[in-house]
Nanobody, 124 residues
Framework: QVQLVESGGGSVQAGGSLRLSCAAS????????MGWFRQAPGKEREFVAA????????YYAASVKGRFTISRDNAKNTVYLQMNSLKPEDTALYFC?????????????????WGQGTQVTVSS
């Protein structure tokens, strides 16, 4: 069973950047497509970005496209989320997960092995 640990969150001002990392242990993330999701207080968990097993195909929520970049290093069993031009509405707890089923990269129900999350706070 793959276990995921997110890191790299923090507090930044609007316009700043952060890079999140998601490290896999107890298995290899290179066998799976991976995704990043986020959840703000009082809101449902929402899709942010996903990457195919090979890393060739990437998918983004409209709200982050052009500002965030997902990538992976299969040799390190790590997936990254580079976040630029951050906005206060990006404030949330960010999770990574393994894609377990289905063809829809955007639905949290197709993902599992969720990490504990890393907090991102963007101030105006």
């Amino acid at each position: 069973q793959v276990q995921l640990v997110e890191s790299g969150g923090g507090s930044v001002q609007a316009g700043g950047s952060l890079r999140l990392s998601c490290a896999a242990s107890g298995g290899t993330s290179s066998n799976y497509a991976m995704g990043w999701f986020r959840q703000a207080p009082g809101k449902e968990r929402e899709f942010v970005a996903a990457i195919s097993l090979s890393g060739i195909n990437t998918y983004y929520a409209a709200s982050v496209k052009g500002r965030f970049t997902i990538s992976r290093d299969n040799a390190k069993n790590t997936v990254y989320l580079q976040m630029n031009s951050l906005k206060p509405e990006d404030t949330a707890l960010y999770f990574c997960a393994v894609k377990r089923s289905g063809t829809n990269y955007y639905s949290p129900s197709n993902f599992g092995s969720w990490g504990q999350g890393t907090q991102v706070t963007v101030s105006s």
